[in-house]
Structures are given as C-alpha cells and as structure tokens.
C-alpha cells in the first residue's frame, strides 16, 4: 500500500532561531521514511497500535543527551487544523536553540487512545523543519503508558527512530501511590503487575507529572532526562515552552 504523505500549510509566522557561534551542534533533522499511513479508519489504527506496540526499543541511551527536543500540539478553535510546537532546548546551557511550527488539517476523528492520529503528522512537519538534530525527544503526552502501550511518544518515537519520552500532566491509565513530597521523588505507575510509567515529582510539595518511555530509551532514563529538564517549573523547560508556542500560534492561525 502507497504511504500517502499529510499535506501541511507553511506558516506565515516565523518562529525564532537562536544561533551561537561557539556551539556546533550538529547536522540537520532527517526523518526516516514513514511506517505507515495517516488516511485510516479507526479501527485500523487500533490494529497500528497493537502491531507498533512490539517494535519499542527499552534500552539505555548510547549517547549523551544535550539538545532535548520539547514537542507539543494543540487544535483550532474550529478543531479543522492542529497546530505543533517544537522547542529545542539545550540541557547544558540552559537555554533555547531553535523553535519551529506546523499547522496541519485534521482528518483523522476523534477517538479516546487514538489521539496519535490526530496530533502526529503536525508534529512530525514542524519537526523535519529543525536545523539541527537533538539527541532526545520530549512529548506532551503519553508513551508507554497507555491502554494499548503506544501513546503519543511512542508512536512519534518510532517514526523518528530515535530517543522519546512521554511526559503527561494527568493519568491516562494505571494505579500509583503518592511520590514522596521533595523533588525528585518517584512512585511506579502500574497497570496491573507490569510497570508502565514512573510519577515523578519535579519540585518540592508540587503536583507530579506522569513519565513514560517512547522508544530507544529505558524507564530510568526517561525520568532522568525530565529531571534534567525542570527549572523552576513543575513541567521541563521543553515541553513548558512548546506549550506557549502552541498557544501564541493557535490564537493567530
């Protein structure tokens, strides 16, 4: 079956670039080819998830991680288009190296555990847009823990091939007893007997965000690159930005 490829509007506003002439950081985004069709039925895509869900990569990273990859979405007041922000943010020096944006329509329905379909192919078009390639990806959403183990981070990581994480605001699924109060404190997140996620608490006596794999990382590194990337907010510097670029651009599209 031919891939059909989502056709995404280019923006007129122009997303800000920061450049440095002391950092390299490295060659352009490519994206690998495409691992399956966006134009599906419902019930075909919940058969993408379960065939997708055995081809995630649970392993340390090999590489160290230095340009995180903070990726975010959100639609229309119409709901007709999703917009994507993608914020590329250096750990080391703590601060942005690049935004981009992408504005696709949206055909795909809505339907609970199905939200990959609707918010990929923005994300994946803002993505391929970057100059540089990040060493990690950071999702606003679910990864592993989902009811079918393949949320937002997972799907998009695949695509991409790449180190993901997802890093959600609220519980889509599993049971977890209450971290201990102080920053950097975790409690499993279960489904059941299996693991799916970690609740991480990434400041002291504030609410904790929900951590799970995407693909070509383990749990433990999913936690510890999310730490890596709070400042002085409960959500990391990446996502939170992306937020506010999703937010700005959805209001003038």
Known sequence: MAVQRQRCKPQAWQPVRWHTARVQYGAPMRLPPPIHPWNVEPREAVQIQKDLAGRIIVRPTRR???????ADAAFT???????????????????VVEERTA??????????????????????????KLEYEPDAFLFDGQGYAHPRRL??????????DRPSVGCAKSRLTGTHDSPAERRGAVAPLMDGAEPIGSVVRTRDEV???????????????????????????????????????????????
């Not at 795909?108 to 994946?124: C, H, I, K, N, T």
């Open 151 to 160: 949320g937002l981070a997972c799907h998009v990581g695949l695509f991409l």
């Open 103 to 128: 504005r696709c329509p949206v055909t795909f329905p809505y339907v609970p555990g199905l939200l990959s379909f609707r918010e990929a192919p923005a994300l994946l078009a803002a993505i391929a």
């Open 207 to 253: 609410k904790p965000v929900y951590v799970s794999i995407g693909h070509r990382i383990d749990l433990d590194g999913a936690v510890e690159l999310v730490l890596s990337c709070c400042t002085r907010y409960r959500l990391p510097e990446p996502t939170r930005l992306a937020d506010q670029l999703v937010s700005r651009l959805r209001t003038t599209s």
């Open 64 to 70: 160290r991680i230095r340009l995180v990859c903070g």
């Open 77 to 95: 007041p119409g709901r007709s288009h999703c917009v994507a922000g993608i914020v590329v943010w250096d750990v080391a020096a703590g601060r």
